[in-house]
């Protein structure tokens, strides 16, 4: 079974600041990490994703993040939050990447309002 | 590339009426599409995983009677909601993954209100 946990249902920052959003997940395999980050009204747009190669993950819009398989974690860093930043984050988990079988879900974590102060 | 659509965009239906909700993957053909459910500032509980040409797989505690999916071919699959109530209420959001899996492509969801 996968679960994933988010630490804080809401971060505020200044913008200019380092944002900070954690993710621990629970899983019996390999898993396969993801955030993604959702603005009001609309889907889901994927930062970035961990699929067993290199532990520092860089993705869009300047986002990072770092597996850490001793913590069970997988959180979310940008040096310098913008105003633009401020969105609804998701961090997930799934027990495979690749292939066209029907498994390989995705399991969201609760989520994370990043608000960002002028 | 790797465009997900999704129609309508927003729906209000009176009680007791069914809604059917269209994905479709614009540029490219997606083997596997999922369908999640999302209740206000709340995360994506999914619902059911369709594999086009074959019957859904629902998740534990979700209705396949009343959510009705079809993955007629490999870029549309259809949910509807049958005899809608008010507490179906949400924001319906769909993904789709391609031939050769690995990501999965959202399309920017469905809000339905039943009134």
């Known amino acids: 079974a996968q679960s994933v946990t988010q630490l804080g249902s809401h971060v505020s920052v200044s913008e200019g600041a380092l944002v900070l959003l954690r993710c621990n997940y629970s899983?019996?395999?390999?898993?396969?990490l993801f955030w993604y980050v959702q603005y009001p009204n609309q889907g889901l747009q994927l930062l970035l994703k961990?699929?067993?190669?290199?532990?520092l993950v860089k993705g869009i819009n300047g986002f990072e993040a770092e597996f850490k398989k001793s913590e069970t974690s997988f959180h979310l860093t940008k040096p310098s939050a913008h105003m633009s930043d401020a969105a609804e984050y998701f961090c997930?988990?799934?027990?495979?990447?690749?292939?066209?079988?029907?498994?390989?879900?995705?399991?969201f974590g609760q989520g994370t309002t990043l608000q960002v102060k002028p | 590339g790797a465009v997900v659509s999704q129609h309508p965009s927003r729906v209000i239906c009176k009680s007791g009426t069914s809604v059917k909700i269209e994905c479709r993957s614009l540029?490219?053909?997606?083997?596997?599409m999922f369908w999640y459910r999302q209740f206000p500032k709340q995360s994506l509980m999914l619902m059911a995983t369709?594999?086009?040409?074959?019957?859904?797989?629902?998740e534990q505690g979700v209705e396949k009677d009343k959510f009705l999916i079809n993955h007629a071919s490999l870029t549309l699959s259809t949910l509807t909601v049958t005899s809608a109530h008010p507490e179906d209420s949400s924001f319906y959001i769909c993904?789709?993954?391609?031939?050769?899996?690995?990501?999965?492509?959202f399309g920017p969801g469905t809000r339905l209100t039943v009134t």
């Open positions: 993904s789709a993954r391609g031939l050769a899996g690995g990501e999965q492509y």
């Open positions: 899983s019996s395999v390999p898993p396969y």
């Open positions: 961990y699929t067993s190669a290199a532990t």
């Open positions: 997930a988990v799934s027990d495979r990447w690749g292939g066209s079988s029907n498994t390989g879900k995705l399991i």
């Open positions: 540029d490219f053909q997606a083997t596997t």
């Open positions: 369709s594999n086009e040409g074959s019957k859904a797989t629902y």
